[in-house]
């Protein structure tokens, strides 16, 4: 299971506000190939469809495709408030190693 932090939740909430996102919108997080390490998140405001897995906590919702969710089992979200860099990231335990960056990653493999 994907888990979302109470931080990431309400700065999220925050996030949803801001950009007056419609009813049932919700964080997207996709793992695509590219990035340094192999394999990328990319992430966005967006509505789910049928075919996608939904996560909620304190009203609000992640939303990951089932081909990234191979990639984010047990994974955590978390927002991080840093001088030099701002934002959500990704704590994931299938990840062999990550880039510096953040958003890069190579998976483990079986």
Not at 21 to 27: E, H, K, S
Not at 64 to 75: G, Q
Request: charged share 25%; with cysteine.
């Amino acid at each position: 299971m994907i888990s979302l932090t109470d931080n990431a939740a309400i700065h999220l909430q925050k996030l949803l506000r801001e950009q007056n996102a419609a009813d049932g919108c919700g964080l997207r997080i996709l793992v695509e190939k590219g990035g340094c390490a192999g394999w990328q998140y990319t992430m966005k405001v967006d509505q789910p469809s049928d075919q996608d897995q939904i996560y909620n906590h304190l009203g609000v919702s992640l939303i990951i495709d089932p081909e990234s969710a191979v990639f984010l089992k047990d994974s955590r979200i978390d927002y991080v408030d840093a001088l030099n860099d701002s934002g959500f990231r990704v704590e994931n335990p299938n990840a062999a190693r990550n880039c510096g960056c953040g958003t890069s990653f190579e998976p483990r493999t079986a």
